[in-house]
């Protein structure tokens, strides 16, 4: 069982930056790949960014490479999402999930654990 915690998120203007954290409960969260996903209002919840449970490997949406970046520290069971460049239409619940798959994927049906979400607004 994990369970998944997250903070970082609030009000930016658009360029500015928020760094995201996903802290984990459990001794095997170094066993999990972690996901990044976020959901807009009334649009389906959508991959953002991955990472594999060494760290070594990262996956990015399309939409958010470049500016977004994914990093891990097993030591403190947390995952970070550092988002820079922010466009209004980064705004969104995001919400981070493990998956008990070595290596990040962009469907969300192979996620076993998810958090409650924390609110990320841009505003232009």
């Known amino acids: 069982q994990v369970q998944l915690v997250e903070s970082g998120g609030g009000l930016v203007q658009a360029g500015g930056s928020l760094r995201l954290s996903c802290a984990a409960s459990g001794r095997t969260f170094s066993s999990y790949a972690m996901g990044w996903f976020r959901q807009a209002p009334g649009k389906e919840r959508e991959f953002v960014a991955g990472i594999s449970y060494t760290g070594r490997y990262t996956l990015y949406a399309d939409s958010v490479k470049g500016r977004f970046t994914i990093s891990r520290d097993n030591a403190k069971n947390t995952v970070y999402l550092q988002m820079n460049s922010l466009k209004p239409e980064d705004t969104a619940v995001y919400h981070c999930?493990?998956?008990?798959?070595?290596?990040?994927?962009?469907?969300?049906?192979?996620?076993?654990?998810w958090g409650q979400g924390t609110q990320v607004t841009v505003s232009s």
């Open positions: 999930a493990a998956d008990s798959q070595l290596v990040p994927v962009v469907a969300e049906a192979s996620y076993d654990y």
